[in-house]
């Protein structure tokens, strides 16, 4: 069975700090691994990569991908109170099955 | 153009009673998913249709059905309401199975059970 674990679970840092969000996985037949920011409902899309050691980069956040070691961070630079959120990781397997981890909340205090 | 959209925004049943729970999708848009998020987990997946076929299911008990309509949109069907069921229910949309498309989601349908 898939097993995708996202670490810390929760974290409250000041605007300004740098966090880093870990996400490790278990999934047969990997594909991708896609990062969502979920602050209400609706989670909305961050960030998809296919292959290890490519930064993608958005603003102050950033996101690596290992595949060899099976894991993937997402990085906040010079965070903000609206980066307050829930970070989902899902990696997708070749079925195109996505398995979301629980998240991590994140809360910046101004 | 519109986002997902799914209706209603909350949904309050009693145990035992039946559910129904409507997504339309982006325009153009053939995959619609169906998660489920109760209170402090992470999305567990229910669903996935596309082209009006069921393309795979999560672990979850036969109760929880659906279907997509030919104009790709789709109904979640939950019957023998149970407290568990409480939740998030939300509905993703993709252009089509390719894997690399990402998934748009919209902002669910709270459904209490009491």
């Known amino acids: 069975e898939d097993k995708v674990v996202q670490s810390p679970l929760s974290l409250v840092v000041h605007e300004g700090d740098t966090v880093t969000l870990n996400c490790s996985y278990e999934v047969t037949n990997f594909r991708s691994l896609l990062w969502y920011k979920q602050e209400k409902k609706a989670p909305t899309f961050l960030f998809m990569l296919t292959s290890s050691g490519i930064e993608k980069k958005s603003g102050r956040l950033s996101s690596i991908l290992d595949k060899k070691e099976l894991f993937s961070i997402l990085n906040i630079t010079a965070t903000q109170t609206g980066d307050s959120a829930i970070y989902l990781c899902?990696?997708?397997?070749?079925?195109?099955?996505?398995?979301f981890g629980g998240g991590t909340r994140l809360m910046v205090k101004p | 153009e519109a986002g997902v959209t799914q209706s209603p925004t909350h949904l309050i049943k009693t145990r035992g009673q039946q559910a129904t729970l409507r997504c339309s999708p982006i325009?153009?848009?053939?995959?619609v998913y169906w998660y489920q998020q109760a209170l402090g987990l992470g999305l567990q997946f229910l669903l996935w249709?596309?082209?009006?076929?069921?393309?795979n299911r999560g672990n979850f008990p036969p109760r929880f059905s659906g279907r997509q309509f030919p104009n790709y949109s789709s109904e979640l069907n939950v019957n023998a309401l149970e407290l568990e069921d409480s939740a998030l229910y939300l509905c993703?949309?993709?252009?089509?199975?390719?894997?690399?498309?990402?998934?748009?989601f919209g902002s669910g349908t709270q459904l209490s059970v009491l």
């Open positions: 993703a949309s993709s252009l089509d199975t390719g894997l690399d498309e990402k998934l748009f």
């Open positions: 249709y596309d082209e009006g076929e069921e393309r």
């Open positions: 899902a990696p997708r397997d070749a079925g195109n099955m996505l398995t």
């Open positions: 325009s153009g848009h053939t995959s």
